[in-house]
């Protein structure tokens, strides 16, 4: 199972602290060593750090950590590999550009038995089932809201995304982030967790290394942020399990928007990608009208 990561803020911030736990999931403290990636939205633009190397042992990830990169919106992902090879290709955030905008996904899960049909707008680089359900998301939305000039806001993208998770999250489980810089969407099929930071901030210690930090000297009073991870990355904090089925949208360091779908199924997680036999849906992907 692949390990995510997400930021919301209301104003910008580093998540060094952060993703200095989460690295270690890359091979130290977790076995998910097939390769990780950052993306970070700033006031002038999007960045975006892949490596096919363990996070752990990776230099990039190290500069990562040491870093400031101050940013209202994150989204990361290491990886264990249950679909595609390990490369580059595959390695998740992905990223594609829709009316201006760049985006960002990266999934925790494995589809099976999932081959929507793409038009060609949005096709995948790598062979990933995680990159084609993200070109599928997108090709979606963009026939949805095919006659904008502009980016439709969350309140609008979040009900047609929450449509799209419960026909994806029939052939596996999708535990996603995906992100345009504005709003920070999560679904959860099986297992993601989420924090909420605000004044007074706490005395924090990460969950896979001996490290504490005391967030109220980064953090003034009126400062808000919201965690999105896999499993809690510190200990003595209040984190809130997602269950199985609920999206949630969050702006500015805030839950803004949440739905439940009771259908949605859990599979078991593979231990391997070879002879697993997988329940088919009983109908096929279809694209909002």
Known sequence: MCQLLGMSCNTTASIRFSFTGFAQRGG??????????????EPTGSRMFLDDRPASESRLAEFVRSYPIQSRTVISHIRKATQ?????????????????QNWFFAHNGDLRNFHPALDG????VGNTDSEKAFCYL????????????RPPEWAELAPVLARLNRE?????????LLTNGDALYAHCSSQLACLERAHPFPMARLVDCDIRMDLSALN????????????????DEPWQALRTGESKVFVMGREVWSHHEPETIRFPLPTSTAGRAWPLPQAGLVAPA
């Open 220 to 235: 003034g009073e009126a400062d808000r942020m919201v965690i999105v991870a896999t499993e809690p990355l510190t200990l």
């Open 168 to 176: 994806v999250a029939r052939y596996g489980n999708f535990n996603y």
């Open 84 to 100: 595609g090879t390990v490369s580059l290709a595959n390695t998740h955030p992905f990223t594609r550009e829709w009316l201006g």
């Open 121 to 124: 707008g949005f096709l995948p």
């Open 28 to 41: 130290c403290t977790a076995d998910h060593v097939d390769g990780w990636g950052i993306a970070f939205y």
């Open 138 to 149: 997108m090709q979606c939305l963009r026939q949805t809201f095919a006659d904008r000039l």
